[in-house]
Structures are given as structure tokens and as C-alpha cells.
């Protein structure tokens, strides 16, 4: 009888228990699993949205998303780029949508602004703020077609287009 030492990790894995090592790597191919299925959900995402964007391609690195594509549109771009960043656990999107031949109206459009929602926020409070009118909050509400259904319902945090008013 007596009492004998071995290496802990050494020897054949009879119970599955795995090295650092190995739970590292196990760690890193889950992760990259979890990236390409929220990948594939964003850009389904995007295209039940409707948004004009060909050749869309979606990556996503933990927090970060990367978008590219094309689109003949500003407001198509910077909506891919909202409905990216509103999805909880998301920290910043690479934008990298080209808008290519433009048409006349979008050339002279001037880009929207984003606007992150403060607790208190509706879309006539907002309005207000931009454009010294309540009423105008329809303008705002229309701008975040298809991502918002209904102009009572926004949320602190939730990043919103303020495009501007047509003089």
C-alpha cells in the first residue's frame, strides 16, 4: 500500500478532460461558429429589411460587425449600418458599402446624422431638437423605415437617422 504521484495531465483523456490548451482551441472554433450563424442572421436580417445593397457581405468579430456591398443609395447604406449597430450585444460596425451611381437626388442629398435615444426621448422630443418642430417627428419616423414599425416605440440607446429637412 502507499500513496503514488503522476502528472495530472498526463496519460490517455478517459473522461474527456481537456488540456488548457485544447479548451482554448475548442473556445476559438465555437466562437468562430457563433460569428458566422450571427453573420448569416444579420444579413437575413438585412434582406427581409429590404434594403437595396448587392453583393452584401456580413463578418462579425465578437462586438464588431464589418458590412460591405454596394448600393445605389446613402439612406440604404446608413440604414444597413443602424440596423447593424441596434442589435444588442453590438459595439461598432465597419462600414464599408460603396454607393455607386448615385441617382440625381441622391447626389444632392446631404448625409443624415445618428442620434442616440435618451431615456425621455420621443420622436417629437427629437424633432424638436433638430428641427424646432414637434411635428416633424414623421420625418424621423419615415427615415428609420423599415427598422422602426411604429413611431411610439424607441429605446434608450437605440441610435435613430435625423436626415435633414428639404429646404
Known sequence: MGLFSFLKNAGAKLTGR????????DAAASDAILNQQK????????????????????????????????????PAREKVILALGNIDGIAEVEDNIEVIAPDEEDIATVAATFYTVVKGDTL??????????????????????????????????????IPPLDA
Not at 18 to 25: P, S
Request: overall charge positive.
Open 39 to 74: 453573420a448569416d442572421l444579420m444579413k437575413s436580417m438585412i434582406e427581409n429589411l429590404g434594403l437595396a445593397i448587392d453583393y452584401l457581405d456580413v463578418k462579425v468579430d465578437r462586438d464588431r460587425v464589418l458590412v460591405s456591398g454596394t448600393t445605389k443609395s446613402h
Open 18 to 25: 481537456k488540456t488548457d490548451a485544447e479548451k482554448a482551441a
Open 124 to 161: 417629437g422630443k427629437i424633432a424638436k431638437a433638430h428641427y424646432g418642430n414637434a411635428m416633424k417627428y414623421p420625418v424621423i419616423f419615415e427615415a428609420n423605415k423599415p427598422m422602426l414599425e411604429n413611431p411610439d416605440r424607441i429605446y434608450p440607446g437605440q441610435v435613430l437617422r
